[in-house]
């Protein structure tokens, strides 16, 4: 399992982040991702990865940042692995 935080410039809502996120994950057929948001502005995830095959920091980041930009805001977003 991978962890990664974000800390968003702007709250979103989590319901249509989780929307548009899903959207990138069924084209990407990437693993499954816990969203665990606290005060709509810190975000919590959690990547169901094996050790084998973790997830890619760098295209994490981009899938993120895409998702966000589905929203129609672009939130300054600095996403970390923990």
């Known amino acids: 399992m991978q962890i990664f935080q974000a800390n968003l410039s702007e ?8 929307k548009a996120w899903e959207i990138d994950a069924n084209l990407n057929r990437s693993p499954k991702v816990d969203f665990d948001f606290q005060a709509n ?4 995830m959690r990547v169901h990865s094996t050790s084998t095959s973790p997830w890619d920091e760098a295209n994490f980041k981009k899938v993120f940042a895409l998702a966000l930009h589905r929203l129609g ?7 970390t692995w923990v």
Do not use: F, G, M, R
Not at 41 to 44: D, M, T
């Open 73 to 79: 805001v672009a939130p300054q977003c600095e996403i």
């Open 41 to 44: 502005q810190h975000v919590i």
């Open 11 to 18: 709250p979103v809502d989590p319901d249509t982040l989780l």
